[in-house]
């Protein structure tokens, strides 16, 4: 009889060749962590108004094959391809990048299911992470204090430890999901997780559970149409963006066309060529413009009063 260990989140991602599935970008800070969370650190104010108004669920069940690692009857270790499942929901920023994972993991012919969670790589490993799954009474009441501009750790909250296990193209932490953590998400409002940034200080994201019971009792959705779709929302997304900052669409216009004006004067590659090195100058130039642009964009949200 075989007997296979854990599955993990990274092998099924990189078997799907996932991206992300939610569109959901903002973070929630406050100081301090309640029980069993990381050690208490100083952190900047919330900041969870998108979060706060978020309805539309980005629960999606995905399957494919990937390899499982065990050991055999003789104690010998074996690898074997098994249908891996992952009911999740990933938060990605306009800029494509990951901010927050969550899944829920089935694996063919094993009982155990896991919970899963993945982050951007530059995380503090020792302190773990900590999640709190909510009941909606305790849902409402956070965002009571979202709207009231408290801290969120006024409400109580008991957090649960799920150790770092591994880190490429972000780090993971898996716990097992016992039967009561599922019911849990099923019935409940929304995720607390709460890590601690290089800084030093304490980072609370939300990821709402609408529509995981639906998605985890349901069929799973073709992983080529659910990339597709994905890119599409993101391409939206900066389209939106774009139209809301002139400024920043005018720098990515002079940007892409400093490009095409690089790309074909590289393509003469003529010795000591002038213009080459003028089109090297002007890219140089857009380029530094845009982190110019982007730092003082971060410097005014710093110093921003709080969302109404």
């Known amino acids: 009889m075989k007997r296979f260990a854990a599955f993990t989140f990274v092998a099924f991602t990189a078997a799907c060749g996932l991206s992300g599935a939610g569109l959901v970008n903002a973070i929630a800070q406050q100081p301090g962590a309640a029980k069993k969370a990381p050690d208490k650190k100083p952190a900047a104010k919330a900041d969870t108004k998108a979060q706060a108004t978020e309805n539309v669920s980005a629960w999606v069940k995905l399957c494919k094959k990937a390899p499982t690692m065990g050991k055999g009857s003789d104690g010998k270790p074996i690898t074997e391809e098994r249908e891996i499942c992952a009911t999740q929901h990933e938060q990605i920023g306009v800029d494509g990048r ?37 009941s909606k009474d305790e849902g409402a009441a956070v965002y009571e204090k979202i709207e009231k501009k408290e801290p969120i750790e006024d409400a109580k909250i008991i957090f649960e430890r799920a150790p770092f296990i591994t880190c490429f193209e ?16 099923k019935t409940g409002s929304l995720i607390l997780v709460r890590f601690v940034a290089p800084t030093g200080q304490a980072v609370t994201r939300m990821l709402p559970l609408q529509g995981f019971a639906e998605a985890f009792a349901g069929k799973p959705a073709d992983i080529a149409k659910h990339q597709e779709g994905i890119r599409a ?76």
């Open 98 to 134: 990951l901010a927050l994972a969550s899944s829920v993991l089935q694996a063919q012919g094993l009982d155990k299911l896991q919970l899963s969670f993945r982050l951007p790589l530059g995380v503090l490993l020792p302190p773990g992470l900590a999640y709190a799954i909510l």
């Open 170 to 185: 972000g780090c993971s932490a898996e716990v097992e999901a016992s039967p009561d953590t599922v019911n849990r998400m």
């Open 233 to 308: 929302a993101i391409a939206a997304r900066q389209d939106e963006m774009l139209r809301h900052d002139p400024e920043l669409a005018a720098l990515i216009k002079l940007q892409q066309d400093a490009q095409k004006n690089l790309e074909e004067q590289q393509k003469r590659m003529v010795s000591q060529d002038p213009k080459l090195a003028e089109a090297i100058k002007q890219m140089q130039e857009v380029q530094a413009k845009l982190v110019e642009h982007a730092r003082s964009k971060q410097q005014a949200a710093v110093g921003a009063p709080p969302p109404k």
